[in-house]
């Protein structure tokens, strides 16, 4: 008989049954597509306003966590739910799959990858997207302001003052609010995501077209320019990415595939929204890197998928980080 302490290790192990559920589901679409799946869901849905949700360096930490004792030879469907987040985070992730699975990737968006998520997505050598599945731009941010439209603003300033020098106090009080290297910083910014996008659709999704780096140029023109998308928060489906030229497979063609990756979906939407979690990276052998909240739980090993556990343990505090100032440079987000 095992010990009080066994029993709950074991508890801990089995996860709740949201967990079960889930990997049931994870499990079902791996022996579909006979690849490495990896969920890489966040809750900002279900959670407004937490800290965390976004694309960061933490995930850098769950991505190792399960794809540790894969078999990378079987490539990776990567399933993306995400509001996007830090370029730099970003980059630093697209690289470590790269390096992991090279360009065998196939991004997977049930619902919304925007922005960063997008920008994973265009890793990729194939999206998969359902009629309901939406992207968005890749136009950075700062302090939540899209750096296309700090750009815009002031090249407008510049251009209304010089024709009509009575314009000054009307725009004074607009530009005060810019620190004195904040264009630069935006310029830079789209230029770096810019550049980042086109150099992984030329070494992966497009590397078998003849005009590869005119095409990937296009395709990030559409896919960054502000004036084009008019909002950061902008959904492109389906149609319009594939339109764009990036090569898109429509979920609904496949029935079997379509069932399976909306059965996981739906089961991630759950854990979301009734769970303290706020973000799940986990792959289809029940290896999992949860963030709850105020609490990261890594749960590995089988999974008992015939009767339901008992819930998740309740989270312990810790310290969350402080968002950064508007007014002041902050990291370049896609978000």
């Given amino acids: ?120 997505a265009c890793a990729c050598k194939d999206i998969i997207m359902g009629k309901q599945s939406s992207l968005g731009p890749i136009d950075p941010q700062f302090g939540n302001l899209p750096a296309h439209g700090i750009v815009e603003e002031f090249k407008r300033a510049a251009d209304e003052i010089s024709r009509d020098p009575s314009k000054v106090p009307l725009w004074q009080p607009i530009i005060a609010r810019y620190h004195p290297t904040l264009i630069g910083e935006c310029e830079k910014a789209i230029q770096w995501s810019n550049d980042m996008v086109r150099e992984w659709l030329v070494r992966g999704m497009l590397a078998d077209h003849a005009d590869r780096d005119s095409k990937a140029a296009e395709i990030v023109s559409e896919l960054s320019d502000h004036a084009l998308t008019k909002s950061h928060a902008r959904h492109l489906s389906a149609a319009k990415c594939k339109a764009m030229g990036l090569n898109v497979f429509m979920l609904e063609d496949d029935r079997r595939l379509q069932d399976a990756v909306l059965s996981v979906h739906h089961a991630c939407v759950h854990t979301l929204s009734a769970t303290p979690a706020f973000k799940m990276i986990e792959n289809h052998k029940g290896v999992a890197f949860l963030q709850l909240a105020q609490q990261q739980l890594v749960l590995e090993g089988p999974v008992n998928t015939e009767q339901p556990a008992a819930p998740l343990p309740a989270p312990s505090p810790t310290p969350p980080a402080t968002p950064p100032a508007p007014e002041e440079a902050a990291p370049h987000k896609n978000s």
Avoid: C
């Fill in 1 to 120: 008989m095992p010990s009080w302490h066994q029993l709950l290790e074991e508890i801990k192990v089995k996860g709740s049954t949201f967990d079960v559920v889930r990997r049931q589901y994870l499990a079902k679409l791996h022996r579909v597509t006979g690849r490495n799946v990896i969920i890489y869901y966040s809750g900002w849905l279900q959670k407004p306003g937490m800290r965390g949700v976004q694309v960061n360096d933490a995930d850098k930490n769950g991505f190792m966590t399960v794809i540790h004792g894969l078999d990378r030879s079987k490539g990776l469907d990567l399933l993306l739910h995400t509001p996007g987040g830090e370029t730099a985070a970003t980059e630093s992730l697209v690289d470590y799959l790269h390096s992991m699975f090279e360009t065998d990737i196939r991004a997977i968006v049930p619902q919304l990858a925007m922005s960063a998520g997008t920008m994973i």
